[in-house]
């Protein structure tokens, strides 16, 4: 299970770039997460 602020590794073109708040955030499917990283 992911949740917020986990660190991940990901596919070079997975998800899609958006900007919220003026801050850039990748949004990509669960399964586009290819691993979790321990911090």
Same mark, same amino acid.
């Given at each position: 299970?992911? &949740?917020?602020?986990? #660190?991940?590794?990901?596919? &070079?073109?997975?998800?899609?770039?958006? &900007?919220?708040?003026?801050?850039?955030?990748?949004?990509? #499917?669960?399964?586009?997460?290819?691993?979790?990283?321990? &911090?």
């Amino acid at each position: 299970d992911l &949740k917020a602020g986990d #660190r991940v590794l990901f596919a &070079k073109y997975a998800g899609t770039e958006i &900007k919220v708040e003026g801050e850039e955030l990748l949004v990509m #499917r669960e399964d586009d997460v290819m691993a979790v990283v321990d &911090k």
